[in-house]
Nanobody, 123 residues
Framework: QVILVESGGGLVQAGGSLRVSCEAS????????MAWFRQAPGKEREFVAA????????YYADSVKGRFTISRDNAKNMVYLQMNGLKPEDTAVYYC????????????????WGQGTQVTVSS
């Protein structure tokens, strides 16, 4: 069992920055690919970014590439998503997820999920 708790969401103006964090506890964190997904009102949950556990390969959705950066600190069992150049369409609940498959963009490949943190970008 891996328990994930997100934090750092909030309200920000368009063009601004925000960093959301995810703290993991429970089973060994270091062997999991970690990812961020998001779900906007009335829409399906979508992949945002992922990072592998070993060398830290990163994967991004086209919609956030160049604006968002995913990182992890295995010693602290933490994953971060730095979001710059935020747009109103980035408004969503952001979820942290852990899975065994390296770099997967499918939510079905992730075994553990956090409760989510709300990010709202005003225009």
């Amino acid at each position: 069992q891996v328990i994930l708790v997100e934090s750092g969401g909030g309200l920000v103006q368009a063009g601004g920055s925000l960093r959301v964090s995810c703290e993991a506890s429970g089973r060994t964190f270091n062997y999991y690919t970690m990812a961020w997904f998001r779900q906007a009102p009335g829409k399906e949950r979508e992949f945002v970014a992922a990072i592998t556990w070993d060398v830290g390969y990163t994967y991004y959705a086209d919609s956030v590439k160049g604006r968002f950066t995913i990182s992890r600190d295995n010693a602290k069992n933490m994953v971060y998503l730095q979001m710059n150049g935020l747009k109103p369409e980035d408004t969503a609940v952001y979820y942290c997820a852990a899975g065994r498959e390296a770099g997967s963009r499918s939510e079905n490949r992730y075994d553990y999920w956090g409760q989510g943190t709300q990010v709202t970008v005003s225009s």
